[in-house]
């Protein structure tokens, strides 16, 4: 894996080259491994700080301080070598919006409720089964295998269901009322008719009432829907039945108004609505047929017409509700999937947050996911996470016998012994409010007055000293090896933060925390050495007696430094819980006694039950899924770092019972969804985003976002509307006489529609030549394109539906009567007609009349109201389309309504009264019909207008809603998702990625202590020997934050080198001052034990450093001197320290290796025979030092490292100084 993807660094830090990098350097692959450990060797501590355990700079070393004026010569000159910037932040990433079911079902089962017909396209053909399946899903009822999710599903639509039922109801009162109108204007008398539409009226608007309380139920929508299919039939039957004249075309227009109406504002079921459909149009049928039996002639012709519209009809709505009805279930999905996703990624967050903050105070934490947020311009120099503080006091303290401590004990031993001791530490820490900085090996020292101020620092650190001491008196009783506490104090001021681009660590600098570390060293066991400045603030409160610490320390007397120690009785308490601990009782004295070996130790202090590092990570699943972070202890929202913000809050409807029992995540998602839900407002939603009468977004780049949604659907639309197209032919060829316009009008239509459907669907059929499937694809992708193809369809179904109107006789037939009779039109009755043989259905006979006497040639058509079927189906295609928005199908359908009632009630008004006119002759009415077709016809149309609007703009409204509900789910999902970027990427640079992967298993046992027996690492320590000669504390330089600065820069292109490629198998470990260490081979992976190839790496990245340090001499005009010591060997890596736990390494090999340093020279490599073996068998050049004494091991054989083999290339060898 390349490193860069396991680190971060601060934007405009990594992100950018090396403040002495020249323009014409070539950019560097960066990235960075898993960050892995940390020394035990406490003789190495001198590297801690700036300048630890070194000397005070000296008025020669002035020249090269960072002062006013060499800095800023220094710096101007970086600033002057141009620069390459590189892009190193975090970006968003897209959101893979899945449809599945996360409650374990299978793939299948979980798309299947979001499964649509001709969306998409197929890699394959699809055959003629594949057809009838997609076919017959259709006409399934769309469900969710869960239960719990389909009642969910429910709630989710169940103000827009409402919504829906309110408009159906207030359109069968509208139904109702032009009913009655068209029967009592008639003059008719019959009072059952009147009495059930008015009965059904009140109840209608009973239930209007009903249906817009809030206290309105699921189960009563349930039943409300029920009531109103009966009374949609009732309304039906009546229809029919009470026609007079009698004809079975009558009611034909309102049982396609109800058939529709079903499909599309009833709330029910796609099989409810199928069969309520086909019931309505059986019942118009059999009632039709019953009544009008005796038209033998005609009758057959009409009832055929009849079921073709209503089959029609029926498809119109199946294709309208299935659409409709996909497109919210998988919004609901895209939603809960969404939802689902940031819940476990909140969690996450917060167990990474936890983890992030357990390792690095808030406030640098805070500063660092900032910055990674930001996009930051370039700039000249890494950023710095730098602060200055005044009056802290610091605190060193040194265990002194854990050498013969560590030997008792193996791998598994020594970490939690380490743990056991160490968190113990960080509990007395946190208990004397001080910030604990970090554990070197056996050195362990804190901070306090950080971050927030404290007047009380010196008494702090004091007690905290005082603790310590009692702490390790308890841990050499019962382990029967001689080990104290050594403390040194100092108060002063401190510079505290991170440096570098990775694998940060939390560290002081100060000249005063160099004096802290010597008061350490130049203690005395079990006591607490302070020095002056501390003793100043402790006001008189402790007893104190001369440290005479110059006697045993050259620092502390060269600096003339006044020491003291504090007097006190130990133990000076019953150590709370620790005396009281089953360390001190009977059976563990005689247990001491008896047996001092290792494991008693250990499991001695076990007993005291230290926290395990990093065990507030991961608390119970479900109890931190039912929280999920977003309210307090007492059940109130949060609004902290990390979770969710007022915005968050308001759109997903917090609130949560932590009182509640767990329950399963599944469970949980549901409840939040569920949550979410009756929080959610329609209406202030639309209000709030959607414009009311145009229905488009207030905002225009989520308009510009919604427009860009490709509808998978269009595809069916075009083959429903074509197959509507088929069924007006079909029933205009049944009903009307023949004629040439008609078969020109039909062919061309068809032609032309084909041809649409065809450019639709050609994406889907590969073997079709490029650019007819790239014209395709590109229609299909534009919502701009595919309406206006949409549209297009519905203009020629439309025309096709009433042109043949044009083929048929317009004369009026009274008036052709009266000019053969030679009488006037005024004079004419119905049965004069009736005696010259004209009745309706008889074309033929009619049409020779016509011929004969009127000089007429074109055809009699009896049944124009086909005509109007015909456009109301037209209309309906137009509905059909959902993807066009409710302003455009107003315009449309109103053009069709106004253009199609002009030619009614003006070119073809002749056609209409001829039907009545016949209607009247065939049933031998006298008066003339008061609601005739030329009436009726504007009506009908009219309340079909109104009808398809209303549900154009539910559609509409709630296809924008729900896609807003899912962008601002999606949105808030990104949020979380970059947020845990931000958070994955500052783990992985403080611990290693397998190590904080560890920690984050959500399976893993919070008792297990991390440790891991390492077989051949290499391990590798490189100094800048005269750096703290380089630093001084300055007002030019900023009380020597510039001189950190620079080491900042230094300890950046260090890390920039080890992210390369090549370097992949090497993880640092830390930063201990002005000193750099890193290891090779700590995972199986990365170790190499066949070629050593991890050694080699490291060997080579050695050579790279002294490499860039020349580079980083000549740009910044400077004399540092790096100094690299290399061993390989066995070691132990763990996890320590419960309050601010640390990865860290541990063993003779990482002592060694620190020795290789301390005891090298300057601007050399020194290496252990160990060492030597490997890298002189792979041809590379070594010095033999010669033998020499290491403090601890005696006298050992070194090398010096000079040069890699010969084919080595030059970016990884010591050929050339290049720091890219």
């Known amino acids: 894996m390349s490193a860069g993807r396991n680190s971060v660094s601060p934007p405009g830090s990594a992100s950018r080259r090396s403040a002495w990098e020249d323009g014409a350097a070539s950019e560097r692959d960066r990235g960075a491994e898993p960050a892995k450990t940390n020394s035990n060797d406490n003789h190495h501590r001198e590297h801690n700080g700036s300048m630890k355990g070194n000397s005070r700079p000296n008025s020669a070393a002035s020249a090269k301080s960072c002062t006013a004026g060499p800095c800023g010569a220094a710096r101007t000159a970086w600033k002057d070598a141009s620069v390459r910037s590189r892009n190193g932040d975090v970006r968003h990433q897209s959101v893979d919006i899945g449809l599945e079911e996360r409650n374990g079902k299978s793939d299948k089962e979980a798309r299947e409720p979001a499964d649509t017909a001709g969306g998409g396209a197929s890699s394959r053909g699809t055959t003629c089964m594949d057809c009838l399946k997609t076919v017959s899903k259709v006409f399934k009822s769309k469900k969710f295998k869960s239960e719990k999710l389909e009642r969910l599903y429910q709630r989710y639509f169940f103000r827009l269901n409402q919504s829906s039922l309110s408009q159906l109801v207030i359109l069968l009162v509208v139904v109702c009322g032009v009913l009655m109108a068209f029967y009592y204007g008639e003059g008719r008398l019959v009072p059952v008719y009147g009495i059930v539409l008015g009965v059904l009226l009140s109840l209608f608007v009973i239930l209007l009432f009903m249906c817009n309380r809030n206290s309105f139920t699921q189960k009563q929508l349930c039943a409300t829907c029920y009531f109103l299919l009966v009374a949609i039939a009732v309304i039906v039957i009546l229809a029919v039945t009470a026609a007079d004249p009698r004809i079975a075309s009558e009611a034909v227009w309102i049982t396609i108004f109800c058939i529709y109406l079903v499909y599309t504002l009833l709330p029910v079921r796609m099989r409810v609505a199928v069969l309520s459909g086909s019931l309505l149009a059986v019942i118009h049928t059999a009632c039709a047929g019953g009544i009008n039996r005796e038209d033998e002639v005609f009758l057959w012709k009409q009832l055929v017409a009849n079921a073709v519209v209503f089959i029609c009809a029926n498809i119109a709505g199946v294709f309208t509700h299935y659409p409709a009805e996909v497109a919210q279930r998988q919004a609901f999905q895209e939603t809960r999937g969404c939802i689902e996703a940031r819940l476990i990624t909140q969690k996450e967050n917060q167990q990474q947050e936890r983890l992030l903050l357990s390792v690095l105070p808030r406030h640098v934490a805070m500063e660092m996911k900032a910055d990674i947020a930001v996009k930051r311009e370039d700039i000249q120099f890494h950023k710095i996470y730098i602060q200055k503080h005044e009056n802290v006091s610091i605190l060193f303290a040194d265990i002194e016998g854990f050498t013969m401590l560590s030997s008792q004990c193996t791998a598994q031993e020594l970490v939690k012994t380490l743990n056991e001791l160490f968190a113990r530490f960080d509990k007395l820490a946190a208990e004397n409010h001080c910030l604990r900085i970090k554990i070197l090996g056996d050195c362990y020292y804190c901070v306090s007055g950080l971050p927030e101020p404290r007047p009380d620092h010196a008494h702090c650190c004091v007690e905290m000293g005082l603790d310590m001491i009692d702490t390790i008196a308890v841990v050499r009783e019962v382990t029967g090896v001689n080990v104290n506490m050594r403390v040194g104090i100092h108060s002063g001021r401190v510079h505290c933060g991170v440096l570098g681009l990775r694998k940060w660590q939390f560290d002081v600098w100060s000249n005063d925390v160099t004096l802290a570390n010597t008061m350490e060293a130049g203690g005395k066991a079990g006591r607490v050495h302070i020095t002056k400045a501390t003793l100043d603030y402790l006001n008189g409160d402790y007893e104190v007696e001369p440290g005479h610490g110059g006697e045993r320390n050259n620092y502390l007397r060269d600096h003339n430094i006044e020491t003291y120690l504090i007097k006190a009785q130990h133990p000076r308490k019953k150590m709370i819980d620790t005396m009281n601990s089953p360390l001190l009782t009977p059976s563990n004295r005689r247990r001491e006694s008896i047996d001092r070996n290792r494991s008693s130790s250990v499991a001695q202090l076990d007993s005291w039950g230290a926290e395990k590092p990093f065990s507030n990570i991961i608390p119970n699943l479900s109890k931190e899924m039912k929280t999920m972070g977003y309210v307090d202890q007492d059940g109130l929202p949060r609004n902290g770092q990390g979770n969710i913000n007022n915005k968050q809050a308001h759109i997903l409807g917090l609130g949560f019972d932590t009182r509640q029992e767990p329950q399963s995540p599944d469970d949980e998602v549901n409840e939040f969804l569920s949550r979410a839900i009756d929080a959610r407002s329609i209406d202030r939603l639309r209000s709030d985003h959607v414009k009311k009468f145009f229905l488009t977004f207030r905002k225009p780049e989520l308009e510009e976002k919604y427009m860009m949604v490709r ?180 315009a449309i359908m109103t053009l069709m309504a106004v253009v199609y009632i002009v030619l009614v009630e003006v070119l073809a008004v002749n056609l209409f009264d001829n039907h009545d006119l016949l209607l009247q002759a065939h049933h031998g009415n006298v008066e003339p019909l008061t609601v005739g077709l030329k009436v009726m016809t504007p009506v009908v149309i009219a309340v079909f207008l109104i009808a398809l609007v209303l549900h154009a703009q539910q559609v509409e409204s709630t296809a924008r809603l729900d896609f807003l509900w899912k962008l601002q789910a999606t949105e808030e999902k990104e949020e979380m998702d970059n947020l845990r970027t931000y958070n994955k990427k500052l783990l992985n640079n403080i611990l290693p990625e397998h190590v904080a992967d560890h920690f984050l298993k959500q399976d893993r046992r919070n008792e297990e202590l991390y440790h891991q027996s390492c077989e051949c690492v290499s391990v590798l320590f490189a100094s800048i020997t005269n750096f703290s000669e380089f630093y001084q504390e300055l007002e030019g330089n900023n009380e020597g934050v510039e001189c950190l600065r620079l080491l900042n820069e230094i300890i950046a292109d260090f890390d920039e080198i080890l992210g390369e490629e090549q370097f992949s198998s090497l993880e640092k470990i830390k930063t201990i001052g002005s000193t750099y260490m890193a290891a090779s081979g700590l995972t199986e992976k990365t170790c190499d034990l066949d070629s050593k190839a991890h050694v080699t790496a490291l060997s080579n990245f050695a050579m790279r450093l002294m490499d860039q340090i020349q580079y980083i001499n000549e740009h910044s005009f400077n004399n540092f001197k790096l100094r690299i010591g290399l061993n390989v060997g066995v070691c132990v890596a763990g996890v320590i320290g419960a309050r601010k736990p640390q990865y860290d390494i541990w063993g003779n090999t990482v002592n060694v290796a620190s020795r290789m340093d301390s005891t090298g020279v300057p601007n050399r490599i020194q290496v252990t025979q160990d060492v030597y073996k490997i890298l002189s068998a792979k041809g590379y050049e070594l010095e033999c030092r010669g033998v020499i004494k290491v403090k601890g091991k005696g006298e050992m054989l070194t090398y010096f490292l000079n040069k890699g083999p010969a084919d080595l290339s030059p970016s990884s060898g010591r050929s050339r100084a290049n720091p890219s």
């Open 711 to 890: 509808d998978h659907m269009f595809k069916s639309y075009m083959g429903c509307a074509f197959t509507m197209f088929l069924f007006i032919c079909f029933t205009q060829l049944i009903i009307i006489p023949h004629s040439f316009l008609m078969l020109v009008v039909f062919l061309g239509g068809f032609i032309l529609v084909l041809s649409l459907l065809f450019l639709a669907v050609s994406e889907s059929i590969r073997a079709l030549p490029r650019c007819v499937v790239r014209l395709s694809s590109m229609i299909g992708e534009s919502r701009m394109k595919s309406n206006l193809l949409g549209i297009l369809t519905v203009l020629i179904i439309w025309g096709v539906a009433f042109v043949t109107m044009f083929s048929c006789d317009l004369e009026n037939v009274q008036e052709c009567v009266a000019r053969k009779l030679n009488v006037s039109s005024s004079e004419m009755n119905i049965s004069w007609l009736r005696s010259e043989g004209l009745d309706i259905g008889q074309e033929e006979l009619h049409r020779n009349y016509s011929a004969t006497h009127c000089r007429v040639t074109q055809q009699e058509c009896h049944f124009p109201e086909y005509f109007t079927f015909s456009v109301l189906l037209g209309m309906l295609s137009c509905a059909v389309f959902l993807q066009i928005s409710s302003i455009a199908k107003l």
